[in-house]
């Protein structure tokens, strides 16, 4: 799905967020760093709040391209 909104614009720049699930997050990069190519990736936990309320474990991967 992101490959597909990125639509082959560059550059690509990625983050990983996570709540508690670092392992799943760094996977989540990894395999989107190996896609899509990105000039710079950033890994981060995200606050509490995020967490209490998507639950422990969530991960998201955020994009921003052709900027």
Do not use: C, W
Request: glycine letters at 10%; proline letters at 7%.
């Amino acid at each position: 799905l992101t490959e597909k909104q990125i639509g082959g614009r560059t550059p690509v720049r990625l983050a990983s967020l996570h709540a508690n699930a670092p392992e799943d997050a760094q996977l989540v990069l990894n395999e989107a760093i190996e896609k899509l190519n990105p000039v710079e990736t950033y890994f981060s936990e995200v606050s509490p709040v995020i967490g209490a309320n998507a639950g422990p474990g969530v991960v998201g991967l955020v994009y921003m391209a052709g900027m």
